[in-house]
């Protein structure tokens, strides 16, 4: 089974401060995802990823970076954490190699942070 | 421009009925993939059902089916024999052509009724 971790369920952090979010999947994905998800707006897309050191920007990477330094593992940084960006953040993974056609995304538990 | 549009916010059904989620999306590409993820109180996202444009018959899988209508560009989840279990958000998304990106949908909230 493809597996997709997050480093943290639940994280509080204060305004300013520098906030960092871990996703390792166990698949060998080539492509990896962060999302935040907001209620009545659904998942939005902030960056993903194609291969190691690569990165795009998704639809509201605006106050986020993100680093992949190995294959499996794709963290999202927030440089100076504002209250607007508490949230519940998901990584999710993919493979162009799928066997599966439809190149599905696989998700991790999520997230939630609290910026106060 | 991509763009996935559910109309309802929530919804509620009695246990053992059926229910409809409805679903319609907007896109350019020719090739696209719809598919349906349900995300219980614990957060996680799971995995429903898939469809692909090309595909002449309608997905199902056990108590799930998804009724494709391409020209009206809608992609509704249906459940059969609701359970207490399906109370969850259910999410609808959209791979185009460009299959590194998906386009989800704000979202509805069904809540099953003993």
């Known amino acids: 089974d493809v597996k997709v971790t997050q480093s943290s369920r639940y994280l509080v952090k204060r305004t300013g401060e520098k906030v960092f979010l871990e996703c390792v999947q166990d698949m060998d994905h080539e492509n990896m995802f962060w999302y935040r998800q907001d209620p009545g707006l659904g998942l939005r897309l902030i960056y993903f990823?194609?291969?190691?050191?690569?990165?795009e920007k998704g639809d509201i990477p605006e106050g986020y970076s993100v680093s992949r330094e190995k294959k499996e593992r794709f963290s999202l940084i927030l440089e100076s954490a504002s209250t607007n960006q508490t949230s519940m953040y998901l990584c999710?993974?993919?493979?162009?190699?799928?066997?599966?056609?439809?190149?599905?995304?696989?998700f991790g538990p999520g997230t939630r942070l609290t910026v106060t | 421009a991509q763009k996935i549009t559910q109309t309802q916010p929530g919804m509620f059904v009695q246990e053992k009925e059926a229910v409809t989620l409805d679903c319609t999306y907007d896109t350019s590409d020719q090739s696209y993939g719809l598919f349906w993820y349900k995300q219980p109180s614990s957060g996680e996202m799971i995995f429903l059902i898939y469809?692909?444009?090309?595909?002449?018959q309608n997905a199902t899988e056990g108590r799930y089916s998804l009724n494709f209508q391409k020209a009206r560009k809608s992609a509704n989840l249906v459940i059969s024999a609701s359970q207490l279990g399906d109370s969850a958000m259910y999410f609808c998304a959209m791979r185009g052509f460009n299959f590194n990106k998906f386009y989800f949908g704000s979202g509805t909230k069904l809540n099953v009724k003993p």
């Open positions: 999710a993974s993919s493979s162009y190699r799928a066997r599966r056609v439809n190149y599905e995304q696989y």
């Open positions: 990823s194609y291969d190691v050191k690569m990165k």
């Open positions: 469809q692909g444009s090309y595909d002449e």
